[in-house]
């Protein structure tokens, strides 16, 4: 079993466990989750959790986790327009 924090709540889980996958141990669930804050890291949601680590879960109300929404919707709209568009410049 591994030991980790997450948002100061301790919580134990198995190896191969994500981030993603312990949010639902959260009290609010992980609502709004969109990364991980690990030593000064970001991380995916998807990324596996390691023994003694203390992540922050990071929301839209993170400077951090506004960029990685940002991120996001830059890429979309870019594969939309590529979808519309094709190659066109």
């Not at 690990?38 to 929301?59: C, F, K, Q, Y």
């Not at 590529?82 to 410049?89: D, I, K, S």
Request: aromatic share 6%; charged share 20%; hydrophobic share 45%.
């Amino acid at each position: 079993m591994l030991k980790v924090q997450i948002n100061a709540i301790a919580m134990e889980c198995e190896p191969g466990t994500t981030f993603l996958d312990l949010l639902g141990s959260l009290p609010d669930g992980g609502k709004g989750a969109l990364g991980a804050s690990v030593e000064g890291r970001t991380l995916s949601l998807n990324a596996p959790v390691h023994d003694g680590v203390s992540a922050w879960i990071l929301t839209f109300k993170n400077e951090e986790g506004r960029r990685i929404y940002e991120r996001t919707l830059q890429f979309v709209l870019l594969a939309a327009a590529r979808r519309v568009l094709g190659e066109a410049r």
